[in-house]
C-alpha cells in the first residue's frame, strides 16, 4: 500500500481558524527538507466545493494553479514557497472531490452493490488520497483544513487515525496547533482551550505527539508543563509558534524551539539541518539599502489574500534587489477619471495590474494603465492586467474607440474583438486554460532580457485570450507581441518598445516565484521601479 518507511506527518488545528496551518505545515516542509529528506505537502480540505476555483476571493482568498491545472487552496502556495516544490492535482483534495469520485464509482456500479458509507467508504478514499505520494517522497506533511470539532472534518480526521494502524506507528506523527488566548487584564496566557481541543481530538482517536502553541507572548514553563500533563505530551513536545515579522522567519523559529528534533526522533529520522541559503535570503530581506512603493490596482483588494502570491512574489523582488517593498492595494473602482489616477498612483514608483475576472472595475484599471504609459512608471499587467494593457492601447493610442470586450460583457456585433474565448477544442464554454503551458518568445525584447531563454513554462488560469485577429495591428504600432503559445497561436505578452518597462503578460508569474528565488518578471520590475525612484 505503500513504500516501505515513507514518513506521514499530519497537521490538525484547534480553538479557532486561521491559525497559520499552512505556514507551520510549510516551515515543517523546510525543516525537513534541509536535512535531505524529500518532503511533499498536501492539503485536505472539509468544504463540498470540489475546488476554490468558482469561489469568492473576498471569501476565499486567491486560487492557487499547479503545473498541471489543480486550481487549489493558497496554501499551497505556501508549501512551493517554502519547499521549492511544484505540486500537483494530488496534492489538493477536498470533501466535494472525494464524494465526486465515490457518488460516480457507485453510479458506474463500483462497488458491485454494496452499501456505501462514511466509514469505510468514505474514509477508505481519504486513506488512499492520502498515501497517493507515498512512492514520491521521504515524508508526506498532511494539513487538515478547519478546526478539529468541525462536523465536516470528522471523516478526515478518522483517516489520519486509521493511517497510523496501515503504516506502523514508528512511521506517522500528529501535529495539533491551537492557539493560547492572552488575557490583557488578567495579564495571563490562557490553557484551557488547547486543553479541550486536544481533548476533543483523543476524543476522536488520535493522541497527538507535538502541540504547537500560538501566542503573542513567550510562554512560561509552567504553563508549558501544565499543558504537558493535561495533554499527555512531553513537554519537549511543547513547541510555541509566536507571532513572526515576515512569515520567512517561521521556520528558523521554529526550528529553535526544536520542531525538526522533535519530529525526527518521532519518525525514527536523523540529519543535520543546513539553512545557509534560506538565512542569506532573510539576511537581505532584513537588511534593505533601501525601499520603494508599489501600487497594485485590483478588483479585491478588500482582502490581501486574494493576491497573496503577487504580494509575496513582490516580496521577492525587493530581496532580489535589496530593497524593501511597500505595497499599496488600490481598489480599480475607485479610479473614476484621470485625476482620480493621479491622486491615488502619484506616490508609486512602480504599478502592477493583476488578474480577475468580470467586467467590475475594469474602467478604473485602464485610467491606471493609461497613467502608467504616460507617466512612464514601471507596470507589470498579469492576466486580466494584459488585456487591459491591450484594450487601453487600442482605444487610446490607436484611435479605435469603439473596440470591446466579450470578458467585460460588450456588445461585439459590429465592434473590434480585442477578446476571444480560447481556441483549443478541449477547452471551449466555460472551462479555463488551466496549468502550465509553453511560450516561445521574441529575441531582443525586454521579456527575453528578463528570461534569457526563448522557451519558457509558465502557469495559466484564464477564459479570455487576445483575439490573433489584430496580432498586425499591434505588431505596427509601439505596442508589440513578445510572446506566443507555439502550439495554439495564442499571444501570451506584450510589451511597449518606447516605454522604459511595461509589459503585459497572460499567465500567472507569481505562481513560480520563491523567496530565494524570484520570478525573472517581478525580479526584473522591481529592478525597473528602484531605478525610476532613484531618478526621480
Known sequence: MKKQNT??????????????????AASLGLILKSRGFKVINQKFDPYLNIDPGNMDPLQHGEVFVTDDGAEADLDLGHYERFTDVNLSKMSTNTSGKIYMAILTREREGGYNGGTVQVIPTVTDEICSRIMANAD???VIITEIGGTVGDIESLP????CRQIRGHVGEENCCYIHLTLLPYLK??????????????????GLGIQPDIVMLRSDIPITSSLREKISLFCNVPSECIIQNRNADSIYEVPLMLEEEGLGRVVCETLGLEGEPDFTQWEKMLATFHNPAGEINIALVGK??????????VNEALVHGGIANNVAINISCIDCKDITNEDDARRLLDFANGIVIPGGFGPEGTDGIIRAIEYARISKKPCLGICLGMQMIVIEHVRNVLGMKNAAAMELGEDTKDAITTLIKTRDPNLIGDKLRLGGFNCTLEENTKIFESYKEKQIFERHRHRYEINPAYLDKLQSSNLIVTAKNPDHNVI???????????????FH????????KCHPLFRDFVAEAKKFSNDK
Open 509 to 516: 508569474p507569481e505562481f513560480k516565484s520563491r523567496p530565494d
Open 156 to 159: 478526515f480526521i478518522e483517516a
Open 492 to 506: 501570451e505578452a506584450v510589451e511597449y518598445t518606447d516605454h522604459p518597462w511595461m509589459i503585459g503578460v497572460q
Open 300 to 309: 479585491y483588494v478588500a482582502l490581501k489574500d486574494a493576491y497573496l502570491s
Open 7 to 24: 514518513k506521514f506527518v499530519f497537521i490538525t488545528g484547534g480553538v479557532v481558524s486561521s491559525l497559520g496551518k499552512g505556514i507551520a
Open 185 to 202: 487584564k488578567a495579564d495571563e496566557l490562557k490553557s484551557k482551550p488547547t486543553q479541550h481541543s486536544v481533548k476533543e481530538l483523543q
Open 136 to 138: 514520491n517522497a521521504d
